[in-house]
């Protein structure tokens, strides 16, 4: 009921901007690499691939945003939760678009969104392992993305990067109810050698109130990559925003380990390409 209700909610306010001048908005974030692991298990060796899009239009003169959201995941490997498709209305507002500071480590606080997103799952590969989960979920959560020193840079100084998600799930696709919240956080930090080159450190956190093993983990480790046209101003966003990487990192689990040693992972190699617009 609640996920009728909120397509409704959507569609109304769509039909009422409409009415007065649209601002629409387009945000991309792809990922494809190779990974030995994936975190996931030993011998992966598999290419995998993200892809995250939002298309929709601003609420009239306001920082509310109405939109189709689309997550996908594409693999070499025959799992089934690594080729899905999941899709559905969503609505999210910026409340401290206006925020104004004058310290560096409150840049990011513009860009925090909260948001509520109804999906639909299906799955390409293997859909028989994973037709007894459930196939919508109805998400709500707060969600932080910022970049420091990257655009027009001062090389001598540090950048970095920060990608935040905590958002309470109904289900998060699983076989039973999930109820509950998890959390992703994922900074870089690093350096610019200049040319586009840039070493960093990075941490990857998931973290939930369940306590599968998949859900609370830390993969930590280093990385370079190369953004051949960042500093570019003529080239288009989603051009200055490609990159290359290579990464070499350790795993942790946070509470409970894999009783598979095949799963039991400690490390992942990984190298890719990975590309955005308007985030």
């Known amino acids: 009921m609640k996920k009728w209700l909120l397509s409704l909610l959507i569609a109304l306010l769509l039909a009422g901007a409409t009415l007065a001048e649209t601002r629409w908005f387009f945000e991309t974030w792809e990922d494809i690499r190779y990974c030995e692991s994936n975190v996931e298990q030993k011998g992966f060796s598999s290419i995998i691939g993200y892809y995250q899009g939002k298309l929709g239009v601003y609420l009239f003169d306001t920082p509310v945003q109405v939109y189709g959201a689309l997550y996908g995941v594409a693999s070499q490997n025959s799992a089934y939760w690594n080729n899905s498709v999941a899709a559905g209305p969503a609505i999210r507002v910026f409340p401290l678009q206006g925020f104004k500071s004058e310290q560096w480590y409150l840049d990011w606080v513009p860009s925090t969104r909260i948001f509520c997103e109804s999906l639909n799952i299906s799955y390409q590969k293997n859909a028989a392992s994973g037709e007894a989960n459930k196939t919508s979920d109805l998400r709500t959560g707060i969600e ?27 289900t998060n696709f699983s076989w039973t109810d999930f109820n509950n919240y998890i959390l992703y956080f994922q900074p870089r930090i690093g350096r610019h050698l200049g040319r586009g080159i840039e070493p960093y ?8 109130g369940k306590s599968d093993y998949w ?11 190369f953004e051949p046209w960042r500093l570019d101003e003529r080239a288009p966003e989603i051009l200055r925003e490609f990159k290359m990487f290579a990464e070499i990192l350790g795993n942790s689990y946070l509470w409970d380990k894999p009783t598979n040693p095949n799963q039991n992972v ?8 990975d590309f955005s617009m308007g985030r």
Do not use: Q
């Open 144 to 170: 932080v993305y910022h970049e420091w020193n990257l655009d027009k840079p001062d090389l001598n100084e540090y950048w970095g990067e920060v990608w935040l998600n905590l958002s309470y799930r109904t």
């Open 266 to 273: 400690t490390s992942d190699a990984r190298f890719g390409i």
């Open 201 to 208: 450190l990075k941490l990857d956190l998931t973290y939930s």
């Open 215 to 225: 859900l609370n983990v830390a993969t930590y480790g280093a990385g370079i990559r």
